[in-house]
């Protein structure tokens, strides 16, 4: 490995040599561990550290708070999740594919999926920054879904019932299957094919 394979540019708004994206790998594999186990309210960062064999110094250098650590699974869930690589040429059919996509990403995992709502709605400046990364690469795929001639004022409107329906779920008012039918549906009646 080249020395800038050895070097990553982590959501924590730094850049990490390889030993220390691997510490940043271990506290976020570690964090989905103590989440499932004791669930958000009890999750510290102290138990994450602890779980992942690091010192609680070691996990406070990367994430700020709970929320922060949690915000950055989501980020690298996203990231990891591949865009739905749809061909139909409508492009209604490659959004609906987008937005599903997007909203089943923690749906399986009930700690993860309630925690993710808190913790993204929180006030955390590095929250804030993966807030708005993760943003700006939902309304990347959204754009592209859309193809090249994309309406701005329809891609907002897409954000903004994929963000409402998450908090919604997130609140436990419905599923997050129940959810990604909401948001299609939602989504169908924006792009006038409902």
């Known amino acids: 490995m080249s ?4 070097i990553s ?11 220390q ?3 940043v790998e271990r506290l976020t594999r570690a964090a989905l561990v103590v989440l499932t186990r004791d669930g958000f309210s009890g999750m510290t960062i102290r ?15 990367y994430f700020s708070s709970k929320e922060h650590l949690v915000a950055e699974i989501f980020w690298r869930r996203l990231l990891a999740s591949r865009s739905p690589a749809s061909e139909d040429p409508d ?15 923690v749906a399986e995992e009930q700690e993860l999926s309630g925690a993710v709502t808190g913790a993204l709605l929180g006030a955390d400046p ?7 990364r993760i943003g700006i690469e939902i309304r990347g795929r959204l754009a592209r879904a859309l193809g090249p001639d ?4 329809i891609i907002e409107l897409l954000e903004i019932i994929y963000a409402g329906a998450l908090v919604r779920a997130g609140m436990g ?16 009646r924006i792009l006038g094919t409902a």
Request: charge should be negative; charged fraction near 30%; proline fraction near 1%.
């Open 126 to 132: 590095d929250v804030e920054h993966l807030r708005t």
């Open 9 to 19: 540019l982590e959501a924590t708004r730094r850049r990490l040599t390889g030993k």
């Open 3 to 6: 020395e800038s394979d050895s």
């Open 173 to 188: 008012y419905e599923s997050y299957s129940e959810i990604a039918d909401r948001i299609e549906r939602a989504a169908l």
């Open 91 to 105: 492009p209604t059919v490659r959004v609906l594919a987008e937005l599903r996509n997007i909203a089943l990403l």
């Open 47 to 61: 138990l994450v550290a602890a779980e992942a064999g690091v010192a609680t110094a070691t996990a406070y250098t």
């Open 21 to 23: 994206a691997d510490t």
């Open 150 to 153: 994309a309406d701005n004022e």
